[in-house]
C-alpha cells in the first residue's frame, strides 16, 4: 500500500468529498476494505472488538481481526463491524477522543483524505492523530491541529483491482529527458530519468549530483545510476549547478562557496517539489548521492533539507559540516545541524588525492578527515554502538554505526587502493583506480529502501 492521495477528479475508487455534507451512502458503495495504519506501523483498531456506541478507537498492533478492518465509503466514513469512526459528541476540540458509533450521517463522521497521508475531518478542521506520537498498544486516538509530525500521517486499505487511493497521474513518460523546474524568476532544465512502471504508481527519487567542473549529463554517465534505477524502479535526477568552473559548473555549497551564487539548497528543495508532483513520486523516499563536490553538496543537503531528504550516500565527499576555523581538523558544529538524524552511508578511497581520505588536500573547504566526518554523523544520529568493522572484500572495508536514533545508520564503505572514484563505474575518470570490487549503486539503493522518512509509508 501506498501513501495516500485523493482527489475527487482523479480517484473513482474512493471520492471522498472534500465538503464532508454527501448524505450517507450504503455500505456497498465502499471501494476498499483493510488495515488502517499510523506511526510505528501499528493499527487503527476498536478496543476489545466492542459494537457498542462509544468503545474505544485507539493504535494497536496489527493482528489481521475484525477489529482492524477498516471500509473505506465514498460519503466519506471509516467504517469497522458495521459501524462508523467518530469524533466523540461532534467536538470540535483539540484533543477530543475518537470512538466507534452507529453511522448517521454527521460531520464527525466525515474524513477525508489529504495528498501527504493526513486524514481531516472537515467539520472540525482537525486531524486524526496519535497523542504525543505513543505507539503504545491502546493509545487512544484523537484529533488535533495539523502538523507534519509523522504520528498525523496514514496508510488506508486498497482493494488491489482499482488504482490504489494514493495513485497520481505522472506528467513525465518513461525516459530519458531534460524538464524545466523553475527557482528563483529563472528556469533550469534538470535531466531525469523515469522508469517504466505501473500506472499511477509514485516512485522513489534519487538525487544524482555532478562533481566540481561536471554536469547534470557527466554525472549520469559516469554513476552509470540509470540502468539501476530501471533495475530497481527509482526515478533519477540530475541537476546542473549554476556557478561556471572549468569545463562544467559547481555547486553553492553552504559556507563554501562564494555569496551571491544560485542558493543550491533552496533550488534541490525545488527540484524535489517539482518533480514530485510532475513525476507522480512519493516525497517519503527522496534521496540524495553525489560525487566529490557533489558529494560535499550532498552532505550539505543532509544537513539542512533533513525534512526532505530521507538518506544522503555522499561518494568521494562525506562532510558533515564546513571546517571549523579554530581547528580544522574537526567539523564546525553549528555548521551541520538537521532538524532530525539522518541514515547516510558514504565511499571513499584511501588513495584520493583530490579530497583526501586523512583530510588536508589542496582545497581549503575539505581540511578534515573522513574518519571525522564518519564519527560527527554518528554523533548526530546518536549512535549509542561503537563502530562495527568488516573488510568486506580484498580492499574494502565497511565501518558501521548501529543503534542510532530512529535506525539513522551510518555506514562507511574504504576502498584501500581507490582514487577519486565512484566504486563500480564503468568510466575511468583518470584519478586513480576505479573499484569494482563492490558497486557503490546497488548498496547505496538498498540501504536508502531501509530508510525512509519518518513515518513514510
Known amino acids: 500500500m501506498r501513501r495516500i492521495r485523493f482527489l475527487a477528479t482523479a480517484c473513482t475508487a474512493f471520492a471522498l468529498l472534500t465538503a464532508g455534507l454527501a448524505t450517507a451512502a ?16 501499528k493499527c487503527v483498531d476498536v478496543a476489545g472488538s466492542g459494537t457498542a456506541n462509544g468503545t474505544v478507537v485507539q493504535l494497536y498492533g496489527c493482528n489481521g481481526t475484525a477489529a482492524q478492518k477498516w471500509t473505506t465509503n465514498e460519503d466519506g466514513t471509516l467504517r469497522a463491524l458495521g ?4 469524533v466523540t459528541g461532534q467536538s470540535t476540540v483539540n484533543g477530543t477522543k475518537l470512538q466507534l458509533w452507529e453511522c448517521n450521517g454527521s460531520g464527525a463522521q466525515r474524513w477525508v483524505a489529504e495528498s501527504d497521508g493526513h486524514l ?27 502538523n507534519t509530525n509523522p504520528w498525523q500521517t496514514w496508510k488506508l486499505p486498497s482493494d488491489g483491482t482499482t488504482p490504489p487511493p494514493g495513485a497520481c497521474t505522472s506528467a513525465l513518460a518513461p525516459g530519458q529527458y531534460n524538464t524545466p523546474v523553475s527557482y528563483g524568476g529563472t528556469t533550469y532544465q534538470v535531466l531525469v530519468h523515469i522508469p517504466a512502471r505501473s500506472a499511477g504508481t509514485r516512485l522513489p527519487l534519487v538525487l544524482d549530483l555532478h562533481g566540481s567542473q561536471s554536469t547534470g549529463a557527466g554525472q549520469l554517465a559516469y554513476s552509470d545510476m540509470a540502468p539501476t534505477a530501471d533495475a530497481k524502479g527509482f526515478a533519477v535526477a540530475a541537476p546542473t549547478g549554476a556557478v561556471p568552473s572549468g569545463s562544467g559548473y559547481i555547486w553553492n555549497v553552504p ?14 528543495r525545488q527540484v524535489i517539489d517539482t518533480l ?20 560535499r553538496m ?34 564546525l558544529p553549528s555548521s551541520c545541524a538537521p532538524s532530525r538524524p539522518v541514515p547516510v552511508i558514504a565511499f571513499h578511497g584511501e588513495q584520493d588525492a583530490t579530497n583526501p581520505y586523512r583530510g588536508g588536500g589542496d582545497s581549503g ?13 554518528a554523533e548526530l544520529n546518536g549512535c549509542g554502538n561503537a563502530p562495527a568493522e568488516t573488510q568486506v572484500s580484498t580492499h574494502v572495508r565497511r565501518t558501521a554505526h548501529g543503534g542510532c536514533a530512529g535506525g539513522a545508520d551510518v555506514v562507511l564503505y574504504t576502498v584501500s587502493d581507490g582514487g577519486h572514484t565512484w566504486p563500480g563505474s564503468p568510466v575511468d575518470n ?16 538498498e540501504f536508502f529502501r531501509g530508510h525512509p522518512l519518518p513515518g513514510a509509508s
Request: glycine share 16%; with cysteine; charged share 20%.
Open 26 to 41: 450504503p455500505a456497498s458503495a465502499a471501494s476498499a476494505s483493510g488495515p488502517l495504519t499510523g506511526v510505528g506501523g
Open 83 to 86: 459501524k462508523c469512526l467518530d
Open 120 to 146: 481531516r475531518n472537515p467539520q472540525s478542521g482537525r486531524y486524526l492523530d496519535v497523542p504525543g506520537g505513543s505507539t503504545a498498544d491502546g493509545t487512544r486516538l484523537q484529533i488535533w491541529d495539523r
Open 255 to 268: 559556507g563554501v562557496t562564494p555569496s551571491g551564487t544560485r542558493d543550491d539548497v533552496g533550488f534541490l
Open 276 to 295: 514530485t508532483e510532475r513525476a507522480c513520486l512519493d516525497p517519503g523516499r527522496v534521496y540524495a548521492t553525489g560525487y566529490s563536490g557533489g558529494g
Open 298 to 331: 550532498t552532505s550539505a543537503l543532509g544537513c539542512a533539507l533533513a525534512d526532505r531528504i530521507a538518506a544522503i550516500a555522499p561518494v568521494a565527499g562525506l562532510r558533515a559540516g564546513r571546517p571549523d576555523p579554530a581547528d580544522r581538523g574537526r567539523p
Open 365 to 377: 573547504a575539505w581540511a578534515y578527515s573522513v574518519p571525522v566526518a564518519r564519527a560527527r554523523w
Open 430 to 445: 583518470g584519478n586513480g583506480k576505479v573499484t569494482h570490487e563492490i558497486g557503490a549503486n546497488d548498496l547505496m539503493w
